[in-house]
C-alpha cells in the first residue's frame, strides 16, 4: 500500500484483512520483489528491477523503499542475490513486521540468510530479536539499524517516516542494536559492513 494512509483507515483494514486470512504488506511500501520467481507488487525496482534485484539466497527486509533497493543491490556487489526483498513501510502500524517476515523466511529453503534494514522507533526490531531468541528464526540475520544520531535530539523529534520516533526512552537505534546482538544476529555498527558481514555469514 502507498503511503500517507490515514491510521484509522489502516486500522479498519487490517481488522478486516485478519478477518478473511488476508496478508497486507505497507503501508508506506514500495512492495515486494522475488526476482528468480519473476514476481513483483508494487513500484519495487521500477522499469528495470534488475539493477538492483538479481536471484539469490539471501532475502531482505526493510522499514524503508529506498533502502530495500540499495541493502538488495549491496548484496549484489558482495557477490549474491535477494530470494525475495520485501518493503514492510515505515509507518507506526503496518500489516506485516519483521517478525511476521523472518517466519516466512524461516520456512523459506531458497533463503539462506537475511538482511534486515532498521530505523528509530517502534519495536520492531525488539520483537524479532525475541523471535530470534526464541528459536523461531535459525538462520543467520544480518542487521543494521539506522539513525543513531537521534539518540542526540530532543525526545519527540521526527525524521523521515512517521514511526521514526525516539519517546519515553523507547525506539532507540541503539537499543534495538542491542537486543538484536544478544538474540544472536550479526549487527553493524556501519553499513558498509554488510559485505564482509554477509561474505563471512555465507561462507561461499
Not at 71 to 80: D, F, I, L, N
Not at 96 to 115: C, G, H, K
Amino acid at each position: 500500500m502507498t503511503e500517507r494512509v490515514p491510521v484509522h483507515d489502516v486500522v479498519r483494514l487490517l481488522q478486516v484483512a485478519a478477518r478473511e486470512g488476508c496478508t497486507v504488506v505497507g503501508p508506506n511500501s514500495v512492495g515486494i520483489i522475488s526476482p528468480g520467481a519473476r514476481i513483483k507488487l508494487g513500484a519495487i525496482g521500477g522499469d528495470n528491477p534488475a539493477r538492483c534485484f538479481v536471484p539469490g539466497p539471501v532475502g531482505v527486509i526493510s522499514r524503508s523503499g529506498g533502502m530495500t533497493a540499495e541493502v538488495s543491490w549491496m548484496v549484489k556487489r558482495a557477490g549474491y542475490g535477494v530470494s525475495t526483498s520485501v518493503s514492510i513501510g515505515g509507518d507506526a502500524i503496518i500489516g506485516s513486521t519483521p517478525r511476521e517476515i523472518l517466519a516466512r523466511f524461516e520456512a523459506d529453503p531458497e533463503t539462506r540468510a537475511v538482511v534486515l534494514w532498521g530505523e528509530p522507533g517502534t519495536a520492531h526490531e525488539e520483537e524479532a530479536a525475541e523471535f530470534l531468541a526464541q528459536g523461531g528464526f535459525t538462520k543467520p540475520l544480518i542487521a543494521y539499524v539506522a539513525g543513531k544520531f537521534m539518540e542526540e535530539m530532543p525526545e519527540g523529534t521526527v525524521f523521515g517516516h512517521g514511526a521514526s520516533l525516539i519517546q519515553a526512552g523507547r525506539g532507540r537505534p541503539s537499543a534495538k542494536l542491542e537486543a538484536l546482538r544478544k538474540a544472536g544476529g550479526h549487527t553493524l555498527e556501519r553499513f558498509n559492513d554488510l559485505l564482509p558481514v554477509l561474505r563471512e555469514v555465507l561462507g561461499d
